[in-house]
């Protein structure tokens, strides 16, 4: 089974509040754990600089060859993210054990479902 650090952004990711998830992330890859998950079952509100830091977290993680999900999306988080068309470009799951099935599938090469 892969190592998976999940992260639990809350309420906002704003500007004022991606700082922090930014530097705990790149720490995390820094440290060798590379698939990351993001759960966003307590986050309210998503605002372009949330979704910019999301743009960015993922970049560093494809640099660092791991995989990046996210889950436990919605209301206007995963609706900023729909008409963005970004939806269509991360990894979004239902829960955090659908992410580990993608990972261990991706390990062996079946498909698994989202």
Request: charged share 20%; proline share 3%.
């Amino acid at each position: 089974m892969a190592v998976v650090q999940t992260f639990y952004p809350k309420r906002i990711l704003s500007s004022s509040t991606t700082g922090n998830l930014l530097e705990d992330i790149t720490r995390t890859l820094e440290d060798g754990i590379t698939n990351i998950l993001i759960d966003f079952q307590h986050v309210m509100f998503m605002d372009s600089t949330g979704l910019s830091a999301m743009v960015l977290l993922l970049k560093q993680v494809n640099e660092a060859n791991g995989r990046l999900g996210l889950c436990r999306l919605n209301g206007q988080a995963y609706m900023v993210l729909e008409h963005s068309g970004m939806d269509q470009v991360f990894d979004i799951y239902d829960t955090p054990e659908a992410f580990d099935r993608a990972l261990d599938s991706s390990n062996t090469g079946e498909p698994s479902a989202k």
